[in-house]
């Protein structure tokens, strides 16, 4: 099997597959790029690929790919904001799967009522694919300690003598980031406008894989990993909030395409579960701020792009710069993807060696990229 396919065997696939019509949003992205490459490569694709583009050169570039024969792409110039755009695409399709914006309520309500208008017109719910993350659990720890608030999206357990309890999803606030938009989606699902099933992605990181990239379709860098290295190189020395002790998850680009197949499949399938029930965390292993922002350190000094290895506390006005302000990037945020392995999820790319590798390699594909300068503070509030 092709490493970058998704890893769904024909026998697995059931005859619901056939000719379904998909609308994903983010497709240019560096998720919904690889979410429309990983669904193109199952053994049944759907027969019709709506995808949101906002800029009109972009969406002409969507005729240029390889698609699967009886397959086809089609570009619907617009934004997040075209909401009735939105409502009548998510009506006029069997499967939305949403990679654009985990925090934007309004589009993701035009969705949700397109949704309901197909459940009224055809009795059939459609079915929506969203993508939240991690960022959902997030703590105040501005760096100074790990925490053992672990989250699963299947079985709450409580703590034994050996391990931290295990927390169900439903205990976390309502004023969580992108826990609106979430809860949303629950609502709608459990008045039977559509199936829901929430995906959330941790600190992803890898190249993007494929034509879609390879022709600079779609963005091919994270957003995390790359945003601490373009700081570090703007102000010649590795950095991280507080003490870097705060404790993330991490998960490569390829194993969370494949997540997203899997969920694909088993909405078709019928056999997993939705709603409520329907939480699909993409995280394989966790890392420290400070094991990253030391990779980084290491790499700046081995390029002369700094006189020290040793990465130090981002001051006031560097989490101005580069952060808008926010000590977001000293969160924890711990979860177990017990749920997701229980579909078949078997992340490939796991080992914390490797995730390391990659972030010095980052870096100096960021230098390369985007040089060593950063004089906008990312837009990102939370992953």
């Avoid at 600190?203 to 034509?211: C, D, H, L, P």
Wanted: proline share 6%.
């Amino acid at each position: 099997s092709h490493p970058h396919h998704a890893p769904i065997h024909p026998s697995e696939i059931p005859a619901a597959a056939k000719g379904k019509t998909v609308f994903l949003t983010g497709a240019t992205g560096y998720i919904g790029g690889t979410v429309l490459s990983k669904l193109l490569s199952l053994p049944v694709p759907p027969a019709l690929f709506t995808v949101l583009v906002r800029d009109p050169k972009k969406a002409e570039l969507f005729s240029s790919l390889t698609v699967p024969p009886g397959t086809t792409i089609q570009p619907l110039q617009g934004s997040l904001s075209d909401y009735d755009k939105l409502e009548k695409a998510a009506a006029e399709h069997d499967i939305t799967v949403s990679c654009a914006d985990a925090d934007n309520l309004e589009a993701v309500q035009a969705i949700l009522k397109g949704m309901k208008k197909r459940r009224e017109q055809s009795g059939h719910r459609p079915y929506l694919i969203h993508t939240s993350g991690t960022g959902v659990l997030v703590d105040n720890a501005k760096g100074n300690y790990p925490n053992d608030k672990i989250y699963t999206d299947l079985n709450p357990m409580p703590a034994s003598r050996d391990d931290p309890a295990l927390l169900s999803m439903e205990v976390l606030p309502e004023n969580a980031p992108h826990r609106k938009v979430d809860l949303a989606i629950l609502e709608a699902d459990a008045q039977g406008w559509c199936k829901s099933y929430i995906v959330l992605p941790s600190t992803i990181w890898g190249v993007g894989k494929g034509e879609i990239f390879e022709k600079g379709i779609a963005n091919s860098f994270s957003d995390q990993v790359p945003t601490m290295a373009r700081a570090g190189l703007d102000r010649e020395q590795a950095g991280h909030v507080g003490k870097g002790a705060n404790i993330w998850p991490h998960v490569n680009v390829s194993d969370v395409g494949d997540l997203y197949a899997l969920v694909y499949n088993g909405a078709l399938r019928k056999d997993i579960g939705h709603g409520k029930s329907g939480y699909y965390f993409g995280a394989s292993g966790e890392y420290t701020m400070l094991a990253v922002s030391s990779a980084i350190g290491a790499t700046l000094l081995d390029h002369k792009w700094s006189q020290t290895a040793l990465p130090a506390p981002w001051t006031e006005d560097d989490l101005k710069k580069y952060y808008g302000g926010s000590t977001y990037m000293g969160t924890n945020s711990r979860c177990r993807a017990d749920r997701s392995k229980s579909i078949g999820w078997k992340p490939k790319f796991d080992d914390f060696e490797d995730f390391l590798k990659h972030v010095s390699n980052e870096v100096v594909r960021v230098e390369k990229h985007f040089g060593r300068k950063m004089d906008t503070a990312t837009t990102k509030s939370a992953y």
